[in-house]
């Protein structure tokens, strides 16, 4: 065999598996456009045939994608699986596989080449799912691009190798036993199996020879630590136990509750976190208004109907606006559109509408000041918006649903100008509704809308004013409606003056009525938002379910929940720290509690232990000033005897590791220990 060529299998295994890899993605993004497809066929089911049938168009094409990933994926699974320990078959002989990896070259290249035309063609249902779906707006064309290219510049390489193969054994073996020669044993160059035809199946024969795949040694080494990393973190978590005493089942048991115990507390804990993050309710008031924006540059957002190509069936109406003198009507300047979006959407007449958002913006307009807005209001230059509705190219009778809705924008506050700045201002505020064939006057007023942006963390835990971010709303009021002049061929319009009053002066806190020189322009609408629920909520339910499924371990395995991750005793004098604990604290600890005998046992002093660490004795505890410092000294066996009468109980003590499996105490050293405690425990009480 060649010491070079089992490499080409190794890459040809590597770029299959990439291939794999990028193909489950990229079927998994088509699955998830023929699911957006689905959906949004359903919701037109009532809709008309001009609405359907683009969308019923892009079904072929997107099925034909979904079924060609779909092959890939299952040709690739098979030569990474099967084809590793089966030779003689349909499916991985040279000739098959060949013409497999040259049609997912052309078909990708294809698909490249294509885009653009796709790419317009998927126009609509892009559209469409951008309005309607919301979480359709990911961007789908980078992912497929990025994976389909993944996935042909592996089916190009893996076409060279075999192409190569081909061309190398052409000269030696015929054209038609080379055609039906598995693929890993032409590139392994096995020479007695390539001179011979052999009879092909489904799953043909099971190789005499194991093809070897030679790995990187920084990927050997690299995997060979990651597995010992993850068998001796799951070992410890699994079979944590005493050996000798405890079965290894019974120790899976164990450690299984508690593990499963620890995920749920974790999971409820940040789901507890994120529970309490998003328990956010609104509280109106009525305050000062150094909280407002300080100056109010306002724009026109209009929202309506556009019908382009095949969809313009009916008339599409013209929208102006200008800035007028609201004196007399004046016009000061007029105003361009300066962003627009297109969406579809399914709120307003008729139903699942191709929309426009246009922002208007007025050049020549002075923005409004918060602490001067009333002198603006009454002075001669006080401007307004002037709304307009005029017919489109098409000449007809315009309908009340393609009657354009209106808001007023801060632009001062929505400096990007992005959809989803604008878009709050649609959510949380209700449009102005032109009338057809009226004229509208109107005025607004302000409130402004204040979001919590600063984290529970701090707000709760660092007893922190929270931080908001403000959005100006501006509520518009209808002060007259007229009937326009049948002569004119304005359809509809309205006239917005802008003022910055308070609408809910009555949520304000109590007055200083007795000060005439307070103006009535000093308060200011607001809906804070406010946090309902606080860390505390959910570290007390975590609390408390910790506190259950410790109960239960206790209840079911005599040990605390935390017993086979930390070692974690029932009663633990020291705690977790008490590992780290300096050679000083150990060394007076064992001069105090220690002392050896003759034979060279030491043992524990365990009643003063007890009494200076763990159990208060109360009335029935010993003078204090019968005790004295005690020493880690040699006794003898009267010696010992003597001090334990004084001191209490010794425990024996014995190395014991939990894992290196020493020998634990014999059941007859147990029960003179049981004896000796008895003994003492009586004189004590006497």
Same mark, same amino acid.
């Given at each position: 065999?060649?010491?070079?060529?089992?490499?080409?299998?190794?890459?040809?295994?590597?770029?299959?598996?990439?291939?794999?890899?990028?193909?489950?993605?990229?079927?998994?993004?088509?699955?998830?456009?023929?699911?957006?497809?689905?959906?949004?066929?359903?919701?037109?089911?009532?809709?008309?045939?001009?609405?359907?049938?683009?969308?019923?168009?892009?079904?072929?094409?997107?099925?034909?994608?979904?079924?060609?990933?779909?092959?890939?994926?299952?040709?690739?699974?098979?030569?990474?699986?099967?084809?590793?320990?089966?030779?003689?078959?349909?499916?991985?002989?040279?000739?098959?596989?060949?013409?497999?990896?040259?049609?997912?070259?052309?078909?990708?290249?294809?698909?490249?080449?294509?885009?653009?035309?796709?790419?317009?063609?998927?126009?609509?249902?892009?559209?469409?799912?951008?309005?309607?779906?919301?979480?359709?707006?990911?961007?789908?064309?980078?992912?497929?691009?990025?994976?389909?290219?993944?996935?042909?510049?592996?089916?190009?390489?893996?076409?060279?190798?075999?192409?190569?193969?081909?061309?190398?054994?052409?000269?030696?073996?015929?054209?038609?036993?080379?055609?039906?020669?598995?693929?890993?044993?032409?590139?392994?160059?096995?020479?007695?199996?390539?001179?011979?035809?052999?009879?092909?199946?489904?799953?043909?024969?099971?190789?005499?020879?194991?093809?070897?795949?030679?790995?990187?040694?920084?990927?050997?080494?690299?995997?060979?630590?990651?597995?010992?990393?993850?068998?001796?973190?799951?070992?410890?978590?699994?079979?944590?136990?005493?050996?000798?005493?405890?079965?290894?089942?019974?120790?899976?048991?164990?450690?299984?509750?508690?593990?499963?115990?620890?995920?749920?507390?974790?999971?409820?804990?940040?789901?507890?976190?994120?529970?309490?993050?998003?328990?956010?309710?609104?509280?109106?008031?009525?305050?000062?208004?150094?909280?407002?924006?300080?100056?109010?540059?306002?724009?026109?957002?209009?929202?309506?109907?556009?019908?382009?190509?095949?969809?313009?069936?009916?008339?599409?109406?013209?929208?102006?606006?200008?800035?007028?003198?609201?004196?007399?009507?004046?016009?000061?300047?007029?105003?361009?559109?300066?962003?627009?979006?297109?969406?579809?959407?399914?709120?307003?007449?008729?139903?699942?509408?191709?929309?426009?958002?246009?922002?208007?913006?007025?050049?020549?307009?002075?923005?409004?000041?918060?602490?001067?807005?009333?002198?603006?209001?009454?002075?001669?230059?006080?401007?307004?918006?002037?709304?307009?509705?005029?017919?489109?190219?098409?000449?007809?009778?315009?309908?009340?649903?393609?009657?354009?809705?209106?808001?007023?924008?801060?632009?001062?506050?929505?400096?990007?100008?992005?959809?989803?700045?604008?878009?709050?201002?649609?959510?949380?505020?209700?449009?102005?509704?032109?009338?057809?064939?009226?004229?509208?006057?109107?005025?607004?007023?302000?409130?402004?809308?204040?979001?919590?942006?600063?984290?529970?963390?701090?707000?709760?835990?660092?007893?922190?004013?929270?931080?908001?971010?403000?959005?100006?709303?501006?509520?518009?009021?209808?002060?007259?409606?007229?009937?326009?002049?049948?002569?004119?061929?304005?359809?509809?319009?309205?006239?917005?003056?802008?003022?910055?009053?308070? #609408?809910?002066?009555?949520?304000?806190?109590?007055?200083?009525?007795?000060?005439?020189?307070?103006?009535?322009?000093?308060?200011?609408?607001?809906?804070?938002?406010?946090?309902?629920?606080?860390?505390?909520?959910?570290?007390?339910?975590?609390?408390?379910?910790?506190?259950?499924?410790?109960?239960?371990?206790?209840?079911?395995?005599?040990?605390?929940?935390?017993?086979?991750?930390?070692?974690?005793?029932?009663?633990?004098?020291?705690?977790?720290?008490? #590992?780290?604990?300096?050679?000083?604290?150990?060394?007076?600890?064992?001069?105090?509690?220690?002392?050896?005998?003759?034979?060279?046992?030491?043992?524990?002093?365990?009643?003063?232990?007890?009494?200076?660490?763990?159990?208060?004795?109360?009335?029935?505890?010993?003078?204090?000033?019968?005790?004295?410092?005690?020493?880690?000294?040699?006794?003898?066996?009267?010696?010992?005897?003597?001090?334990?009468?004084?001191?209490?109980?010794?425990?024996?003590?014995?190395?014991?590791?939990?894992?290196?499996?020493?020998?634990?105490?014999?059941?007859?050293?147990?029960?003179?220990?049981?004896?000796?405690?008895?003994?003492?425990?009586?004189?004590?009480?006497?």
């Amino acid at each position: 065999m060649s010491t070079s060529q089992p490499s080409l299998v190794a890459w040809q295994c590597w770029l299959t598996l990439i291939r794999l890899f990028s193909s489950v993605c990229v079927t998994g993004l088509w699955a998830w456009r023929i699911d957006g497809l689905r959906r949004i066929l359903q919701l037109l089911a009532h809709a008309s045939a001009v609405l359907q049938d683009p969308l019923r168009q892009l079904i072929p094409p997107f099925t034909g994608w979904f079924a060609f990933w779909i092959i890939v994926v299952l040709n690739d699974t098979f030569m990474l699986t099967i084809d590793h320990k089966r030779t003689h078959t349909y499916l991985g002989c040279m000739a098959v596989q060949t013409v497999v990896n040259f049609c997912c070259t052309f078909l990708i290249i294809l698909h490249f080449a294509l885009y653009r035309i796709y790419q317009a063609q998927a126009g609509f249902f892009s559209d469409f799912a951008l309005g309607v779906g919301r979480a359709y707006t990911y961007p789908v064309h980078v992912t497929f691009g990025i994976f389909a290219l993944f996935a042909g510049v592996c089916s190009v390489f893996i076409l060279a190798i075999e192409v190569s193969a081909i061309l190398t054994l052409r000269s030696t073996v015929p054209i038609i036993p080379l055609g039906k020669t598995n693929t890993k044993d032409a590139l392994s160059e096995l020479g007695p199996s390539l001179s011979r035809s052999h009879a092909l199946s489904v799953l043909g024969n099971p190789r005499a020879i194991a093809i070897p795949i030679h790995l990187p040694q920084a990927v050997t080494t690299s995997s060979l630590f990651i597995v010992m990393l993850v068998k001796r973190v799951l070992a410890h978590l699994l079979f944590h136990r005493v050996r000798n005493v405890e079965t290894r089942i019974y120790a899976l048991i164990r450690n299984s509750f508690a593990s499963i115990s620890m995920i749920i507390l974790i999971f409820r804990t940040i789901t507890a976190l994120q529970q309490a993050q998003n328990e956010v309710q609104t509280r109106v008031t009525s305050a000062a208004c150094g909280l407002a924006s300080p100056s109010h540059l306002l724009s026109i957002l209009v929202d309506r109907p556009r019908w382009d190509g095949p969809y313009a069936s009916q008339e599409e109406v013209n929208v102006t606006v200008s800035a007028i003198f609201a004196s007399n009507g004046k016009r000061v300047s007029g105003c361009r559109v300066g962003w627009s979006q297109r969406f579809m959407n399914d709120f307003y007449p008729p139903a699942y509408q191709n929309r426009t958002l246009e922002l208007f913006i007025c050049n020549g307009v002075s923005p409004l000041d918060i602490n001067r807005w009333e002198g603006q209001y009454y002075s001669n230059d006080a401007f307004a918006y002037h709304v307009q509705v005029q017919p489109g190219a098409k000449p007809g009778t315009a309908s009340d649903g393609q009657m354009p809705h209106v808001w007023l924008v801060n632009t001062n506050e929505t400096r990007g100008r992005s959809w989803s700045d604008l878009a709050e201002v649609r959510a949380y505020q209700a449009p102005l509704n032109l009338l057809r064939g009226s004229h509208i006057v109107t005025e607004t007023n302000l409130i402004t809308r204040r979001f919590i942006r600063s984290s529970i963390l701090k707000d709760i835990i660092f007893s922190s004013k929270s931080e908001y971010k403000r959005l100006s709303l501006y509520p518009i009021f209808q002060l007259s409606v007229a009937a326009l002049n049948a002569t004119t061929t304005t359809i509809a319009s309205a006239t917005i003056r802008p003022a910055l009053t308070p #609408g809910l002066r009555y949520h304000r806190t109590q007055a200083n009525i007795q000060n005439p020189n307070i103006p009535p322009s000093d308060t200011c609408d607001f809906i804070d938002d406010y946090r309902s629920s606080t860390i505390f909520n959910a570290i007390g339910s975590v609390g408390g379910l910790f506190a259950l499924l410790q109960a239960i371990h206790l209840l079911l395995f005599g040990r605390p929940l935390l017993w086979g991750v930390t070692g974690a005793k029932t009663i633990t004098p020291f705690g977790l720290l008490g #590992g780290c604990s300096s050679r000083g604290f150990k060394r007076r600890l064992r001069e105090e509690y220690h002392i050896s005998s003759e034979d060279g046992t030491d043992t524990i002093r365990i009643v003063p232990f007890l009494q200076d660490f763990v159990i208060d004795f109360g009335p029935a505890n010993f003078d204090p000033a019968q005790r004295s410092p005690r020493a880690s000294v040699v006794l003898s066996p009267t010696q010992d005897e003597s001090n334990e009468d004084l001191d209490g109980t010794e425990i024996p003590l014995m190395q014991m590791d939990l894992e290196t499996g020493a020998e634990p105490p014999r059941e007859s050293d147990i029960e003179d220990t049981n004896h000796s405690y008895d003994r003492h425990s009586i004189h004590t009480v006497v």
